[in-house]
């Protein structure tokens, strides 16, 4: 109590007591069970070397840009969640459209089928290395629109080099160059260049790994590629295939539901009730769910007792400048002075996650503003992020 012996002694008590509760290996159990441990003791805040009031002000500058819809800002550090601001009182619970954030879900979900590959769940031998048109898991691909696909491995498609279909050109920028997305007859054969009303899918736009030959390829640090959701969708296509049952399911049954998902919602589901997941996006979760995920990938693919992905296969897909949907700093692209560790997931309108393993912290925001704002919203959002880490802020991120 104030005035009585000791007092001052107080705040070091709680936080010795919050310490103690810290498990070293926790994972927040599910929402109906209470979800992430919180707090928003300053002291204990401090303790987990960050700053509280540079952290209030990442929270009001991630809401202060202005969203079409309900935004979010989540801070977790050390297992604790330090920071939630919504826009709207209704936001905890909302399921918010993620944008590409879902190309990091299918990435993942193809780790756990590469792994399977090697313990015999699946009888296939298959790896980042392998085709992505072989009939054995996309038969509806054949035969083949362009006879370069034949080339085209998963690694291709991670690495945004595939030459299928790119959104957009840099060259051209008055009109996208991908058409026919939710307008498709039929959404395989959109995927795979077999509907003849959008030749768009059929062609590829450069030979695989050679993006450097298409006048339109983006640069992105010194890794060149051509932006391509239609790429992506080729992987719930494989995974329907390889597990005999509707991607969406697979997504469900093999990654959310062990993270202790509260639930998905899907985006124009493509051709329901068969196909739900556009699986180079397409995704709707709670702010809180997409930290499940990020806190995934910061624990190096373990979830409780559980290795969902090989930690091997994950840390060569986020410790490399290749792929951009699970963005390394390893070149320093995302910021020279951050951490070569820091990896960004990313999704138009203003959803990304930065997770920062050295630090232990993840950093999130969803919402929907223009993308027009959003690379320079982007950056600014990661330079408070390092503000909020004492010392960093003044020696390293001014």
Known sequence: MPGTPFAFLYPLILILLLGACQQLDYYPPKEAEGGWRTTSNHAFIRSLQLLPDKL???????????????????????????????????????RMYVASVGKSFATICFGIAEQDSRTGTIPYQLSKKSNVYDRRWLPMGFPLSDPRKKEITFDHIFRQTSGITPENSTVEKTRPIE????????????????DPAWPQTARLFFPPGRPELYPGHARWGEHRGAYSSVGYAHIGLVLAELYQMPAHQFLETRLLEP?????????????????????????????????????????????????????????????????????????????????????????????????????????????????????????????RTFLMIPGYAVDRAR
């Open 56 to 94: 209030a002000e990442l929270g009001e500058y991630g809401l202060s840009v202005k969203s079409s819809e309900v935004s979010s800002v989540l801070v977790i550090k050390d297992g604790w969640l330090v920071g939630e601001w919504y826009s709207a009182p209704q936001g905890k619970t909302t």
């Open 179 to 194: 058409m026919g997305r939710n307008q498709w007859d039929d959404y395989v054969a959109w995927v795979v260049g077999h």
């Open 259 to 383: 993270l202790g998902f509260s639930g998905i919602d899907y985006e124009e589901p493509p051709a329901p009730p068969h196909v739900k997941w556009f699986s180079a996006g397409g995704l709707h979760m709670t702010p809180r769910d997409f930290a499940r995920f990020a806190y995934l990938l910061l624990r190096e693919g373990r979830w409780r007792q559980q290795q969902l992905v090989a930690k091997q296969w994950l840390q060569e897909m986020t410790s490399t400048p290749f792929y951009e949907n699970l963005r390394s700093n390893s070149d320093g692209y995302l910021g020279q002075h951050y951490p070569p560790d820091l990896l960004r997931l990313f999704g138009s309108g203003g959803n990304f996650a930065f997770i920062v393993p050295s630090h232990d912290l993840i950093v999130l925001k969803t919402g929907r503003i223009d993308n027009l704002f959003l690379e320079r919203h982007m950056h600014d959002f990661l330079r």
